[in-house]
């Protein structure tokens, strides 16, 4: 089973607060692309900002969201304009000092 943690997080500008963000996954996102990946290795809210700020610097990339399992395999969302380039986002997350799997199936 996957661990949540709460990191305490907030999203910049407009973003509610009411907890239901399943009703508002419906709006036009300036993000045309989602892609998935996974990643492991990550253990904590260190982690996950170190994966969040590589794959930040990336060029087209508007956002980054990641389901973390801790010391497992963590779930990495990166949302952009246009696809990245998969070494691209490789790269990135070796930078950080961690592993990507494979694809998603």
Same mark, same amino acid.
């Given at each position: 089973?996957?661990?949540? *943690? +709460? @990191? ?16 508002? +996954?419906t709006?036009? #996102?300036? #993000?045309?692309? /989602?892609?998935?990946?996974?990643? /492991?290795g ?7 900002? /170190?994966?969040?700020?590589e @794959? /930040?610097?990336?060029?087209?990339? +508007?956002?980054?969201?990641?389901? @973390?399992?801790?010391?497992?395999? #963590? ?5 952009s304009g ?10 990135? *997350? ?7 799997? +494979?694809?998603?199936?």
């Amino acid at each position: 089973m996957t661990e949540r *943690i +709460d @990191l305490g997080l907030t999203a910049a500008g407009g973003a509610c607060a009411c907890g239901d963000h399943a009703a508002h +996954d419906t709006a036009a #996102s300036p #993000s045309a692309v /989602s892609e998935e990946v996974l990643v /492991s290795g990550m253990t904590c809210s260190h982690c996950v900002a /170190s994966v969040t700020e590589e @794959l /930040s610097e990336i060029a087209g990339v +508007d956002a980054v969201t990641v389901d @973390l399992n801790a010391g497992g395999v #963590s779930r990495v969302t990166i949302h952009s304009g246009e696809p990245i380039d998969a070494a691209t986002i490789t790269a990135a *997350i070796e930078e950080a000092g961690y592993a990507r799997e +494979d694809a998603l199936s």
